[in-house]
Nanobody
Framework: QVQLVESGGGLVQAGGSLRLSCAAS????????MGWFRQAPGKEREFVAV????????FYADSVKGRFTMSRDNAKNTVYLQMNSLKPEDTAVYYC????????????????????WGQGTQVTVSS
């Protein structure tokens, strides 16, 4: 079992920044990819970013590329999402997710790939 706890959400004006954290506990050593997803009211959950086990590879949704940066501190079992130049359309509940299967036949952008999810943290960007 892996437990994930997000933090760092809040209210920020457009153009501002926030840093989200996701701390893993339990069998955190078994985690391969870690991902961030978000869900805005009335919309489906969407992929935001993903990072490899070593932290050496990251991949971002086009909508956040160049503005968001995902990083990973394996010593602390924590991943981060630095969000800069925030826009009102970034408003959503942000979830981190952990993949413990390491499977290669499913895209890292697919939510169903991930085995564990956090409870989510609200990010609200005002215009």
């Amino acid at each position: 079992q892996v437990q994930l706890v997000e933090s760092g959400g809040g209210l920020v004006q457009a153009g501002g920044s926030l840093r989200l954290s996701c701390a893993a506990s339990g069998r955190a050593f078994s985690i391969y990819f870690m991902g961030w997803f978000r869900q805005a009211p009335g919309k489906e959950r969407e992929f935001v970013a993903v990072i490899s086990r070593s932290g050496g590879s990251t991949f971002y949704a086009d909508s956040v590329k160049g503005r968001f940066t995902m990083s990973r501190d394996n010593a602390k079992n924590t991943v981060y999402l630095q969000m800069n130049s925030l826009k009102p359309e970034d408003t959503a509940v942000y979830y981190c997710a952990a993949d413990v299967s390491g499977r290669t036949d499913v895209s890292v952008k697919a939510g169903y790939r991930y085995d564990y999810w956090g409870q989510g943290t609200q990010v609200t960007v005002s215009s």
